[in-house]
C-alpha cells in the first residue's frame, strides 16, 4: 500500500508541477506593463513549479537548498502554499490545479500523521526522499572534506 500511495502522490505532484510551469508560461503572453506584480508572480510560477518537479526526482542540491521537502509533512505544506498561490488568479485550469495540490497535501500530510498505521519506521515518515548515500553512484559529495577525527578528541592546540 506504501507505494500505491506514494506513487499516486509522486505522479500527482509531478503532473501539477509541470501544470505549473506551463500556466506560468502561457501567462506571459498575457502580461502588462501596468502590473509588474504579475510578471513577479509568473516568475514564481516557474521557479516554485520547477522545484517541485525536480524535487520529486531526488535531485541532491534541491534537498539541501529546500529540506522542507525532505519529509511527507513539509511537502504537503509546500503543496498547500503552491495551491493558495494558484487560486489567486481564478483561473479554472489554475482552480482545478489548485485543488489538485490541496489534494495531494491531504495525502502527504496523513502519510507523515499515519505512517506508524501503515507499518512504517519513524525514519521513512521522517525522510522519505533519501540522498544516495556515499556507496551509491552519483552520490552528493559534499563541498569539503574534514580529516579531524572528534571521537580521538580532534587535533591538538599549540
Avoid at 534537498?63 to 525532505?70: E, G, N, S
Avoid at 482552480?95 to 519513524?122: C, D
Amino acid at each position: 500500500m506504501k507505494c500505491d500511495i506514494h506513487c499516486a502522490t509522486k505522479i500527482l505532484t509531478l503532473i501539477c508541477g509541470g501544470l505549473i510551469v506551463a500556466l506560468a508560461i502561457s501567462r506571459f503572453t498575457d502580461l502588462s506593463i501596468e502590473h509588474p506584480q504579475q510578471f513577479i508572480l509568473t516568475i514564481h510560477y516557474i521557479w516554485m513549479g520547477t522545484i517541485l518537479i525536480l524535487a520529486e526526482f531526488r535531485f541532491a542540491y534541491v534537498h539541501q537548498k529546500f529540506k522542507v521537502l525532505t519529509s511527507f509533512f513539509g511537502r504537503g505544506l509546500y503543496c498547500i502554499f503552491l495551491g493558495t498561490l494558484m487560486i489567486s488568479t481564478f483561473s479554472p485550469l489554475q482552480i482545478a490545479t489548485a485543488v489538485v495540490l490541496f489534494v495531494v497535501a491531504l495525502i502527504y500530510i496523513l502519510l507523515q500523521l499515519f505512517s506508524k498505521k501503515f507499518g512504517w519506521s519513524a525514519e521513512d515518515a521522517k525522510n522519505p526522499y533519501q540522498i544516495p548515500s556515499q556507496n551509491q553512484p552519483n552520490a552528493y559529495q559534499p563541498p569539503y572534506q574534514s580529516n579531524v577525527n572528534f571521537q580521538q578528541g580532534g587535533p591538538a592546540l599549540k
